[in-house]
Each structure stands twice: as structure tokens, then as C-alpha cells.
């Protein structure tokens, strides 16, 4: 006998970088960042079951990406480790976030097992805790487990609420997978943007320091960028490949969304004020 619950579904949002500037590097080669990080409806779900024999499954590892590495396997023995819980998980994958997108999605599904199996397995660890853990995962972890729109500093670990328009959002995918580190290693890439001492001015003054190197290195981005800004003034989110428009109304990104889904992969979401799974705690 292993599974001791039925499986319960859990959502993963993406996340949007409204703004991204590289301030810096770390000694360990991290870059130290200034984002503001936002939720949006686009959303993988996972399925958790718990285990009586202390086993992490995952039943349908993605094509690519072997079960051992994948971010919700990891992030679940990360969570045994660090509470020592005895009891394991059974996990069911459903990916609607593309991959290398600059949505976060790995992150975001490494973040809803660690909220997620912290109330299964009633280890009950603080927010901070469970926030330490997943950026050992990934330096996108931690705002998902967070769960409210935030100020990013540090390698985008170090987390201040802030406000964020309500908004929709079409986002258009180029078509490549944009590998992150490979960005942040180029050697043109900004480093020395001027810490902002105004935060509020982050979520007006839009930019994304990695766009430019990832425009160089992948010219489908590039047109990607330039087709949309004849609909607004778009950006590219995270280390890419997704660009980003954004609107006040639904109605407007509907009309941007009917025009660019013929040339590009693309969804319509809505912004969310939090995570689905905050709880206000
Ligand atoms: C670009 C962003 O998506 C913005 O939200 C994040 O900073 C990247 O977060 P992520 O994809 O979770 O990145 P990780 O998986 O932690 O790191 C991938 C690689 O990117 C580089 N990396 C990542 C984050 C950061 N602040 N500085 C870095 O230099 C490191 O070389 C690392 O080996
Ligand atoms: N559950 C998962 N979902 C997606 N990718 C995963 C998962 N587990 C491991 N990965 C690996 O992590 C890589 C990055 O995935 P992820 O979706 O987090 O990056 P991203 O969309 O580029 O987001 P960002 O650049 O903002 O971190 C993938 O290319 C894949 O190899």
C-alpha cells in the first residue's frame, strides 16, 4: 500500500518580469537583480498524492527532463530533508507554462510542491523556511512560495509586496527555448544598472536589462519584439524567449491577441494580485 490520499490538483501560475535591471554580480557568479515579479492565469497544475513509504514519484516525467531532475521532484526531497518527514509523494505533471519561456514554470511547479506537501504532510514549516529551501532550487523559487506581487533584489530572492496594476496580458512565444545561463554568461550582457532608490518606480519605468543579448543570440525574439510594438510597447520577460504586452482591459488584449495569434504562439491571461495557493498568512 503506498498511496494514503487521492490525488488533490494544485495550481502553478507563471510569473512576468514588469521590469528586470542587473545591478550587479556576486562573488559565486550570481547577478544581482531589481524586479518586479508579477502572477499571471496562465497555470500548470500539480497532482499530489502522499505515500506512506517515504518515495518521491513522478508518473509522467516530462520528454527531456529525467524524473530526478525534474524541479517538483526536487523540491519534494528537498522539503523531506529539511523537515524530515518520513512520508512520501506521488506527483502528476500537467505543463501549460512553455519551457525556457521566461515564465517560470519549472519554478513555479517547484514552489506549489513545497506549499503544497508543507500542509499534506502537515509540516507546517514558516513561509521564510519553505522560501530558503526553494532558492536553493532556483532563484525564481522564492516569489512563487512568497506569493504576492513583489520588489525583487538580491538574486531575486529578497522579496518587498508591491502594488501591480489589475491588467491583461497577451503573451507571444518566438518559437526557441532560451536557456538562462547562457544569458547571463554572455559577456555583453548589462551589469551595472543603477540600483533604483525610488521603488515605486519600478512597475512605470519598463525594461529588461537580458533583452538585448537575447535579441543578438536569437533574432526570432528580436522580430517577435518588433511585430508586437506596432500593438504597444512590449517586453520580454525573465531571461526570454516570451515577450509580453500589457492592457487595462480584457477587450483591448482580445482585439492585440486575435491579430498576433495567426503569426505566434500566444495566450491571453489576466493579471493576478496573488498566488492561487497565498492564504494571507
Ligand atoms: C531571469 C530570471 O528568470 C528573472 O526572474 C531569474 O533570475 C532566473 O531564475 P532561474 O531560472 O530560477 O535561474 P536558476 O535556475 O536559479 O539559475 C540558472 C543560471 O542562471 C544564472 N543566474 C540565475 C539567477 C541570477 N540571479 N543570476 C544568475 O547568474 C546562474 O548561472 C544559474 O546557474
Ligand atoms: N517541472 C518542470 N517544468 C519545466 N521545466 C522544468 C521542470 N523541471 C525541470 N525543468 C527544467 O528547467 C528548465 C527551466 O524551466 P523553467 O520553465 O523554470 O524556465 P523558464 O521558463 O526559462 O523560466 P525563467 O527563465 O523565468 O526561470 C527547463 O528547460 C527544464 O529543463
Given at each position: 500500500m503506498a498511496l494514503i490520499t487521492p490525488f488533490q490538483a494544485f495550481p502553478a501560475p507563471a510569473k512576468l518580469n514588469l521590469t528586470l535591471a542587473i545591478t550587479g554580480r556576486r562573488a559565486d557568479g550570481y547577478h544581482l537583480l531589481e524586479s518586479v515579479f508579477r502572477f499571471i492565469d496562465l497555470m500548470d497544475t500539480v497532482e499530489l498524492a502522499v505515500r506512506d513509504d517515504g518515495d518521491i514519484v513522478l508518473d509522467n516525467p516530462i520528454p527531456g527532463v529525467p524524473a530526478d531532475s525534474d524541479l517538483t521532484v526536487r523540491a519534494a526531497r528537498a522539503l523531506q530533508a529539511a523537515s524530515g518527514a518520513t512520508l512520501g509523494a506521488s506527483i502528476r505533471l500537467h505543463k501549460r507554462i512553455p519551457m525556457?519561456?521566461?515564465?517560470?514554470g519549472g519554478s513555479s511547479d517547484a514552489a506549489t510542491v513545497l506549499l503544497a506537501l508543507n500542509q499534506l504532510w502537515n509540516t507546517q514549516l514558516p513561509r521564510q523556511t519553505l522560501q530558503d529551501i526553494g532558492v536553493k532550487l532556483g532563484a525564481d523559487v522564492p516569489v512563487f512560495v512568497f506569493g504576492r506581487p513583489a520588489f525583487a533584489t538580491g538574486i531575486g530572492d529578497e522579496l518587498t509586496e508591491c502594488a501591480v496594476p489589475d491588467a491583461w496580458y497577451v503573451v507571444l512565444h518566438p518559437g526557441v527555448s532560451v536557456p538562462t545561463a547562457k544569458i547571463f554568461s554572455?559577456?555583453?550582457?548589462?551589469?551595472?544598472s543603477t540600483p533604483s532608490i525610488?521603488?515605486?518606480l519600478q512597475t512605470t519605468q519598463r525594461k529588461n536589462d537580458m533583452q538585448s543579448v537575447v535579441c543578438q543570440m536569437f533574432p526570432e525574439v528580436a522580430q517577435c519584439l518588433a511585430k508586437a510594438s506596432e500593438y504597444g510597447e512590449p517586453l520580454m520577460t525573465g531571461s526570454g524567449a516570451c515577450v509580453f504586452l500589457e492592457f487595462d482591459k480584457e477587450a483591448q488584449a482580445g482585439a492585440v491577441f486575435q491579430s498576433l495569434s495567426s503569426s505566434y504562439t500566444a495566450f491571453i491571461a489576466k493579471g493576478l494580485q496573488h498566488h492561487p495557493l497565498y492564504d494571507g498568512r
Open positions: 525556457g519561456g521566461g515564465l517560470g554572455h559577456q555583453g550582457l548589462t551589469r551595472n525610488m521603488r515605486a
